[in-house]
């Protein structure tokens, strides 16, 4: 009796009625003096915030990074300043192009979110489960998007839109490929790998900056569902990747992911083949081998799906003291798109969320907006400098300067080497990484999801993408060409 708890109003008034509502005799009219009724509905008509534009559907759990190789040499970011240090995390994994409510094994990218609460405030690495991406300038990104998500007069998706996109932007192939494989469609999201896919920096204590990618390699070990079992499971259990990875930790099989770093020097960025910043293209691993810096670990469901997972935001901007960002271009415009899509969905505020919240301290001269709900700095000053408060910069954040010296233009390097070469990686893909099966289900995927291609500019689009198929690697494009039925001219090719 004790443990039983009284129903309130949200602001605490003890009440009876929940479900009768105050009307004039059992069968008359309500009456406006009943607020709770009001507030109940109110509130429920408020229940929905904006749904992510992208990664709307998604699975998010805490856990432990911990440090077990030393990379002091390449960074000082404290939290892998020692072998064994720990650091809470979370991480969100996310489909990118569906609803909210869609399949959690529709073929699409995956999203990687990480964040690492650490003392030196809350490091964002926002990648994805492959290590480039369709395009490699954010102005194309809402082009993109749109090809993806519903035909604005059929409200549907449309393979149609999808390749008519992919053939008038050629380095999208690479991603294509890999969306296309069976890695396009997970087993969840335990058995699939991580990549911060942007190149990153990293600055040692000697100021010393060198160029990074992150990879998370999955201890689970990659499996995949193949077409025609995602499908399947589509309608069989739309929620199979949250049911799937919230069971395991339940059930304390935690998943875990082994971080290695790639590392550049600014020297060999400087005289790379192609530019390294491009994120349609990776670094080989056998030019850059894989250097092995810690564990991933997830421990803790979230215990509650909206708080904690819905209002989780995520931002590239986020990095911390030894770590730096690069001139890729996505990157820079991630770097303003993601924390202005959090103040648009979740308000101004949005680092207050308890799940966003900095652990550490958290101190400036920002001050009110919607939904402020820490003390608004008190009675402390609301401006730098002052007389009043101790607050002063700390020195030991400076970052070091870098030197850019070029035209301002809207660039685009038709001439730059390798700039216009997008089909040399995506034909190694096809040829020395994929095995035969995988090549005949890649075939498979791509030949199913091109017949949807409909209307007058069918002819146009197919014969567009097959030549980037042919460039890429002529055993591909043959392939592609007879599943859709097109004769092709060798003489051509
Ligand atoms: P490596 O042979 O050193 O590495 C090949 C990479 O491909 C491994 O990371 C491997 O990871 C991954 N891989 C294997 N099968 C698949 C698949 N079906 N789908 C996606 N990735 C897969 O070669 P290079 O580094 O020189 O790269 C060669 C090609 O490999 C690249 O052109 C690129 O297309 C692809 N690749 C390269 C990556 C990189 O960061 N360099 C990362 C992923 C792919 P796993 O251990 O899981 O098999």
Known sequence: MNDQKKLTTASGIPYYHHEDTQSIGPRGPLLLQDFILHEKMAHFNRERIPERIVHAKGSAAYGTFTVTHDISRYTKAKLFSEIGKQTRIILRMSTVGGEKGSADTE???RGF?????????????????????FIKDGKKFSDFIHTQKRDPYTNCKSATMVWDFFSHNPESLHQVLFLMS??????????MHGYGSHTYSMINAKNERAFVKFHFRTVQGIKNFTAGEALQMKGEDPDFAQRDLLSSIDQGDFPKWILKIQVMTEEQANHHSFN?????????????????????ELNENPSNYFAEVEQLAFAPAHIVDGIGHSPDKMLQARILSYPDAQRYRLGVNYEQIPVNRCPYLVNNYERDGRMRVDGNGYEQPNYYPNSFDTTKPDETYIRPSEVLENHIADWYDRNGPGENEHFFQPGTFYRDVLSVEEKRSLEANIIDSMSGITGPKREEIINRQLCHFFRADMALGIAIAKGLDIKVDMQQH
């Open 107 to 109: 073929r699409d990218p």
């Open 113 to 133: 979110a990480l964040k690492f609460y650490t003392e030196d405030g809350n490091w964002d690495l926002v990648g994805n489960n492959t290590p480039v991406f």
């Open 182 to 191: 069976d890695r396009g469609t997970p087993y969840g999201y335990r058995h």
């Open 276 to 296: 390294p910043f491009d994120l349609t293209k990776v670094w080989s691993q056998k030019e850059f081998p894989l250097i092995e810096v810690g564990q991933l």
